[in-house]
Each structure stands twice: as C-alpha cells, then as structure tokens.
C-alpha cells in the first residue's frame, strides 16, 4: 500500500499559479501510476490529469490543458501539479491517487482505476 499526502494548496487571485505536491511514501512509487482529481463545491469529485509510471505519458482534461502540467520525481517519490492561469472555476480540493501497475507506459483517467487517495488540498481562486 501507498500512502499519499499532498500539499501546496492555498488562495490565489485568478491569472496567479500555484504547485501542488504529492508525498508517496510506502512501496516503491515508481511502479504506480499516479493521477490527480478535484472536487468543487456541490460538484463531483473529476479527473484533472495523470501521469504513467515511467514519466513518459500525461493525460490531462478538457478544462485545464495548456494550463496545468503534472510531472514525477520518482527519485523523490513525489508527483506534481503545476498549475498556471488559474481562474476561479478551479477552486476545488485537490486530491492525488495512485495505482499499481504492471506497465509503466500507461495512464489511468477513471477514478474507480485508482486504489489509494491523499486526503486533499484545498486550492481557492478568487476574481
């Protein structure tokens, strides 16, 4: 099992950036892939972007692509979310989740992929 902790969230005026970090610790997090979601006030926790285990695939939504950059330091076993031009519609609690897998190649964008989560970090935008 893995255990995830992130940090970084905070408040920020829109246009402004923030980065995210998650903290795994336990098995060796290179063999997982990673991800992360978000959860808006009275909205449904949604997929932001994910990351493959080796680093070389991403995949990110609609909404935050040209934005938003995840990337790992699996010598560090941490994973990050860069976020840039953030805007107000980004206020959520953040939350990374990992998975493990047999391919290191590949991403994983379904929350029901994903076997342990963080407890989250809030990120508020105002305009």
């Known amino acids: 099992q893995v255990q995830l902790v992130e940090s970084g969230g905070g408040s920020v005026q829109a246009g402004g950036s923030l980065r995210l970090s998650c903290a795994a610790s336990g098995r060796t997090a290179s063999s997982y892939a990673m991800g992360w979601f978000r959860r808006a006030p009275g909205k449904e926790r949604e997929f932001v972007a994910a990351?493959?285990?080796?680093?070389?695939?991403?995949a990110y939504a609609d909404s935050v692509k040209g934005r938003f950059t995840i990337s790992r330091d699996n010598a560090k076993n941490l994973v990050y979310l860069q976020m840039n031009s953030l805007k107000p519609e980004d206020t959520a609690v953040y939350y990374c989740a990992t998975k493990a897998v047999l391919f290191y190649t590949n991403y994983y964008t379904q929350e029901k992929d994903y076997s342990s989560w963080g407890q989250g970090t809030q990120v508020t935008v105002s305009s």
């Open positions: 990351i493959s285990a080796s680093a070389t695939s991403t």
